[in-house]
């Protein structure tokens, strides 16, 4: 099994509504995780960091599901500048430097 | 603040020639990573340098070197570029706490094609 695995999509959203997806991990001592998004081209950048059971930012919320061992990523009322490449990340090292695990990504398109 | 910049954006090698990629950051980072990205799968990990003077390899270190100069900036070379090395690569920076909240910046990538 993948340390980290997602769907990678694309999953088509009309704009104004509501889409989720999951993120499955392997390493069930995560304590924290991320999740970053890629515009096409461009280079990842953070989207929200996740220190407990979830967060929540405006229109995104993320989840964390210890025992099912996954992450899931909530976007309301989905704008057309919201697609992107959605990457979900963990720390993957034992040690404290900050080593991370990078999903695949999962696309989403917001049409019009 | 530029944040992390990389040079080259764009490059194309013949098989067996060599280069250098430059990553260099502002924000007073402990930390740089050097990750490759290919299609379908996530970035991953060439070499790292936790702080100054240290490096260390990651998931996929074979055929590459990198060198710390300097707390700013990072530097991965490639000895006798191979196909298999086409790929985006990007450069990070991250504070390095070591607390859960560390979060790594990046640059705008380079794509290298290895003809």
């Known amino acids: 099994r993948k340390e980290v695995e997602q769907d990678p999509g694309p999953f088509n959203v009309p704009e104004g509504a509501t889409v989720a997806f999951n993120c499955t991990y392997s390493?069930?001592?995560?304590?924290?995780f991320f999740w970053y998004r890629q515009d096409c081209r461009k280079e990842p950048k953070l989207l929200m960091s996740?220190?407990?059971s979830g967060n929540e930012d405006g229109r995104f919320t993320a989840q964390l599901n210890r025992a099912s061992q996954y992450i899931s990523l909530l976007i309301r009322d989905s704008k057309l500048s919201d697609s992107a490449t959605y990457l979900c990340v963990f720390p993957s090292g034992t040690d404290s430097w900050g080593k991370l695990q990078f999903g695949a990504g999962t696309q989403v398109v917001v049409t019009p | 603040n530029a944040g992390v910049t990389q040079t080259p954006k764009f490059q194309v090698l013949k098989t067996g020639q060599s280069m250098t990629l430059q990553c260099a950051q502002d924000?007073?980072?402990?930390?740089m990573y050097w990750y490759r990205q290919d299609p379908g799968m996530g970035l991953r990990l060439i070499y790292y340098?936790?702080?100054?003077?240290?490096?260390d390899k990651g998931e996929v270190p074979n055929g590459y070197n990198v060198s710390r100069l300097n707390k700013r900036e990072f530097s991965l070379r490639l000895e006798s570029a191979a196909p298999s090395q086409t790929s985006v690569y990007f450069c990070?920076?991250?504070?390095?706490?070591?607390?859960?909240?560390?979060?790594?910046?990046f640059g705008p990538g380079t794509r290298l094609t290895v003809l």
């Open positions: 996740v220190y407990s």
């Open positions: 340098s936790a702080s100054e003077g240290t490096t």
């Open positions: 924000m007073n980072h402990n930390s």
């Open positions: 990070a920076s991250s504070e390095m706490t070591g607390l859960p909240t560390d979060t790594q910046y």
């Open positions: 390493n069930s001592a995560s304590q924290s």
